[in-house]
């Protein structure tokens, strides 16, 4: 329905019930033609209006692969058309929408109208029309270049090309509903429209369906080149793959004639030719530098390919794929890698693996070797990891050969994690952050960022700490793992894009790939997973649609793009770091010859086999003891060891017998129950401690030689200790010393005067030593007398005082019995504390008792002295038995005799032992000892210490690091 409205120009026609636009107004106004004033109605059309939206209608068109395509041209014609001819679509839309109400209506308004063939001049002729559509063409190439480049979504794109067939089809049948209309009207003679407007509305509908057609073709167009780009993506893609499936043949063939070559040649003339390779001088290199530490600020700065990752986002598998061997354990989510691994990849004609410590090497060919160098790996893992901690920096350092090996050195890396488990150490976060930076610091380390492309990026927290250490990207090489994932779980390819192009994280990179590591499964081969990866690319809708190219695929082209950056880069610092080391050099030299002028470098190792040789010289010196200074040395030390026991246990108790008969049952059964008991026991140890004092006494006096080294003393005494610890005497010693002692013992005839002198001085000496220390030993209870407090100026205390008042008062009972028992009666202790309590001392009994002990044992060992005097010269009546009619009874010397000659006896024994046997067991014992502190490094770095020590270490390692750098730069400038 339309209705008349009046505007600022005139009156208005707005059809009502039609959608109304920019192009749905017309202006009724007047003008002047001669002296009539007619009516017209004037479409209004703004200024490039079509025009206005064409930027944001460009963005919506396929990407820079095919340019702006011509059904776009179409479009924006047809659009055009539709504009200027508005009036009649709406008419005609008005006409079939109104129906019936227009039929009612239509006499009200038809008088208003004017004659329809004013619309003719209104009309743009086809001139007209060619001129907007060259100038359109011409707009769309002027704006071409400013267009930024973009790929529509397939989808989306698939879904616009529907839509656009839906609305051709419409406009179709609403065109031939309203020619059809017109028609019927015409007919009728009721039709507003005359013939040659019918003419015209026809042959604009031809026009526009063959602008239609054109359109069309343009799109068939569009998408032939679509699928040639597709076609030749895909063929390159296969060309690629079927190059490499050619060069892994040859490598092949080239594998099995070295060994041919080699197996002909002869292992001498083989090993003639065989000369180390770059990568493996570089990784020695590498292997000294980890060990390294300088208080010079000469930094290890050497290239290395350092492999940083999420936890569980493939970096392992990475690292495998490069070495084509699943070399390292496996866990269900659980954290693997536990210290950083340094992997060597090396070119060789076996794919074998070998640990720098060891010289074991697995083949990786075989599945047993590979689990075995896995548990071995894990192992080494789990030992490095000390004191509770879940990670550590100490490196496992390991080599892998094998044909076609890309050669480099990688570190693989602990994974970054965002939360501790409580399995873990609680700063296990921060220490695998601190590991990983420390590695990343290195100014020439190139970093392979590995990030998880099955999962959501916004989880990523490798990538914002890359970007920190490398915020320009110039040393970081990105790979996406888990492509296969990314394009089955990702509704929208273009994040794919946007992740390789560098456009989704913030960090930068030198490249970017995308890689398949894997399928999930612990048991596929390398092989298998790299067949199932480049079948994956080989059909992958994300590379067949132009989201990434075919370089930046397959771990096969990763390995050889972090090949060469990791050589340029070698290539690059190598011989700075060559300077850097030598200026080092020279002033660790200098401190040296300033501090240590007329010393020898000797490093730690160097210095700990001066010390054993020096050890073992001592124990060879053993040797030299004559056998008389061991029996001297073992019977002074066996009288040490037993005196107390012989005075207190056995002499003592037989002296207070009334007979002589008495006393040597008395004795003979303390002698035999200490013979059986502790005594053999006693005497091992007597011979051992004898061993290690006179072992200790070379040992010292190597100390007094001018020769003498102080460097070495903590060494000598650690080793000594811990041999002497370990040393258990022959186990049949002690059954053998007990027959030998039981006999000497029985024995109690003295066979001639001789032995009957040595055992009277014996006794006498004994005697003499045991009162000498009682005396000291009451001096101390009862304080100084009185010479010395005039002397001295000392004074005894409260205590001394009531010791000597009760020591006076006990002496006073030996005068009055000579021959005291050893102990006091009730009523002499009585009489005791009464005494002294008139004194104006008040003692206990036991003060009074422990005050006796001392006092009576030097009242007993003044009376056997004086035995032992008497004793002297009674040999011929102890011969004779005539002891008794003299007076004299000498069972003390006697029993000191048969003690005596016990010693001897075991003395002898023990010397033997110790000659024959036990020395040699030490000397073994010592040797074993020597050996394990030589293979610990620890121990050694305990022992050995000192500026002296640490100077000539730095100096060896630092000459050694630039030994090897030299000859690996004058090996690297030779290949060049």
Same mark, same amino acid.
């Given at each position: ?460 927290? /490798?990538? =914002?700490? &890359?970007? +920190?250490?490398?915020?320009?990207? $110039?040393? *970081?090489? @990105?790979? #996406? ?88 880069? /070698?290539? =690059?610092? &190598?011989? +700075?770091?060559?300077?850097?080391? $030598?200026? *080092?050099? @020279?002033? #660790? ?388």
């Amino acid at each position: 329905m339309q209705k008349l409205v009046k505007g600022r120009f005139g009156y208005i026609i707005r059809v009502v019930g039609v959608s109304q636009s920019r192009w749905a107004r017309q202006v009724l106004t007047t003008r002047q033609d001669g002296d009539q004033v007619k009516t017209v109605v004037v479409p209004i059309i703004r200024h490039y209006s079509s025009l206005r939206p064409l930027r944001g209608d460009l963005l919506k068109l396929p990407g820079p692969n095919y340019g702006i395509p011509s059904r776009g041209i179409g479009m924006i014609i047809a659009r055009v058309l539709r504009g200027a001819l508005k009036i009649r679509y709406l008419l005609l839309g008005g006409t079939i929408a109104g129906g019936s109400a227009l039929a009612k209506t239509y006499e009200e308004w038809k008088e208003a109208l004017p004659d329809a063939k004013f619309l003719e001049d209104l009309m743009p002729s086809q001139e007209e029309l060619d001129a907007i559509r060259t100038a359109l063409i011409s707009y769309r190439d002027k704006i071409k270049d400013s267009v930024p480049d973009f790929t529509l979504d397939p989808k989306l794109k698939e879904l616009g090309e529907s839509k656009y067939d839906q609305l051709m089809l419409w406009f179709k049948e609403r065109l031939d509903d309203a020619i059809k209309a017109a028609e019927e009207e015409k007919s009728e003679g009721t039709g507003l429209f005359t013939d040659d407007f019918s003419s015209d509305l026809k042959q604009h509908a031809i026009s526009f369906s063959a602008m239609g057609s054109a359109a069309e073709k343009e799109r068939e167009k569009a998408e032939t080149i679509r699928e040639k780009y597709e076609g030749l993506q895909e063929e390159l893609m296969q060309v690629q793959l079927k190059y490499q499936k050619e060069v892994e043949r040859l490598e092949k063939e080239n594998k099995e004639l070295r060994k041919s070559l080699m197996l002909r040649a002869g292992d001498k003339i083989a090993h003639k030719k065989i000369k180390k390779s770059l990568i493996d001088m570089y990784s020695e290199v590498l292997d000294e530098l980890c060990d390294y530490d300088s208080s010079y600020d000469t930094q290890d700065h050497l290239p290395r390919v350092v492999v940083v990752g999420d936890q569980s986002s493939g970096k392992t598998s990475v690292l495998e794929m490069v070495a084509q061997a699943r070399i390292f354990p496996r866990g269900a989510g659980e954290m693997m890698t536990r210290a950083p691994v340094m992997v060597t990849l090396s070119e060789g004609p076996y794919h074998i693996a070998s640990f720098k410590d060891s010289t074991r090497e697995f083949d990786l060919t075989k599945e047993s070797e590979l689990s075995e160098l896995r548990k071995e790996v894990e192992l080494r893992m789990r030992n490095s990891v000390r004191l509770g901690r879940t990670v550590s920096h100490e490196v496992i350092s390991m080599t892998v050969k094998g044909p076609g090996l890309q050669r480099m050195v990688l570190v693989d890396l602990p994974g970054i994690i965002s939360t501790v488990t409580t399995d873990m150490a609680s700063d296990t976060r921060e220490a695998i952050r601190s590991i990983s930076e420390q590695y990343m610091s290195n100014p020439n380390a190139i970093i392979l960022c590995i990030q998880d492309g099955s999962v959501d990026a916004e989880r990523s927290n /490798v990538t =914002d700490l &890359v970007s +920190q250490m490398d915020p320009q990207g $110039k040393r *970081t090489i @990105f790979v #996406l793992t888990k492509v296969d994932l990314a394009e089955e779980n990702l509704t929208n390819p273009d994040r794919i894009r946007k992740i390789l192009s560098g456009k989704l994280f913030p960090m930068k990179a030198l490249g970017y790939f995308a890689v398949v590591t894997g399928r999930g499964s612990k048991e596929d081969s390398i092989q298998a997973i790299k067949d199932y990866e480049e079948s994956f690319f080989r059909s992958s809708r994300i590379f067949k649609g132009g989201v990434i190219n075919s370089h930046q695929c397959t771990t096969r082209n990763l390995s050889f793009a972090v090949s060469e950056c990791f050589w340029k880069m /070698v290539r =690059d610092t &190598v011989e +700075q770091q060559a300077d850097a080391f $030598k200026a *080092t050099r @020279f002033n #660790l030299e200098t401190e040296w010859k300033n501090n240590f002028p007329r010393t020898r470098e000797l490093d730690r190792d160097e210095l700990f086999e001066k010390a054993r040789g020096e050890i073992l010289d001592e124990v060879v010196n053993l040797s030299q003891v004559s056998p008389k200074q061991w029996e001297d040395a073992l019977s002074k030390k066996m009288w040490e060891k037993m005196v107390t026991h012989i005075f207190e246990n056995i002499y003592l108790p037989a002296a207070q017998t009334e007979n002589s008969g008495t006393f040597n049952t008395t004795a003979d059964i303390k002698l035999k129950q200490w013979a059986d008991g502790m005594l053999p026991k006693k005497c091992v140890e007597v011979g051992w401690e004898t061993l290690e004092d006179e072992f200790r006494k070379f040992m010292e006096r190597a100390k007094n030689s001018k020769d003498h080294d102080n460097i070495f003393d903590s060494l000598k005494a650690c080793v000594v200790d811990e041999a002497m610890r370990r040393h258990e005497w022959e186990d049949k010693a002690a059954d053998v010393l007990r027959v030998i002692q039981l006999n000497a013992l029985e024995d109690r005839s003295v066979h001639d005067k001789q032995q009957w002198d040595a055992a009277c001085k014996f006794l006498e000496d004994s005697v003499k030593d045991k009162l000498n220390t009682t005396e000291s030993t009451l001096r101390e209870m009862v304080g100084p007398s009185t010479k010395e407090q005039w002397l001295h100026w000392s004074y005894p205390t409260e205590e001394q005082r009531r010791r000597a008042a009760v020591k006076s008062e006990l002496e006073n009972i030996l005068k009055s019995d000579y021959k005291h028992k050893n102990t006091l009666t009730y009523d002499e202790v009585t009489q005791v504390r009464k005494n002294s309590q008139a004194q104006g001392v008040d003692v206990d009994n036991e003060f009074i008792r422990e005050t006796w002990h001392p006092v009576y044992r030097r009242h007993f060992l003044r009376r056997a002295l004086a035995k032992a005097y008497d004793c002297r010269k009674a040999f011929y009546a102890y011969h004779q038995g005539l002891e008794g009619e003299l007076g004299v009874e000498c069972n003390d010397v006697v029993l000191f005799w048969r003690i005596q000659q016990m010693i001897r006896i075991t003395a002898n024994a023990l010397r033997q032992q110790v000659m024959n046997r036990e020395a040699r067991r030490l000397e073994k014992e010592i040797k074993e000892v020597l050996e394990e502190y030589g293979c610990d490094r620890d121990k050694k770095e305990q022992l050995l210490t000192g500026r002296r020590v640490m100077l000539a270490e730095e100096l060896k390692r630092v000459r050694q690091i630039q030994e090897k750098l030299e000859e690996f730069i004058y090996a690297l400038n030779a290949e060049k």
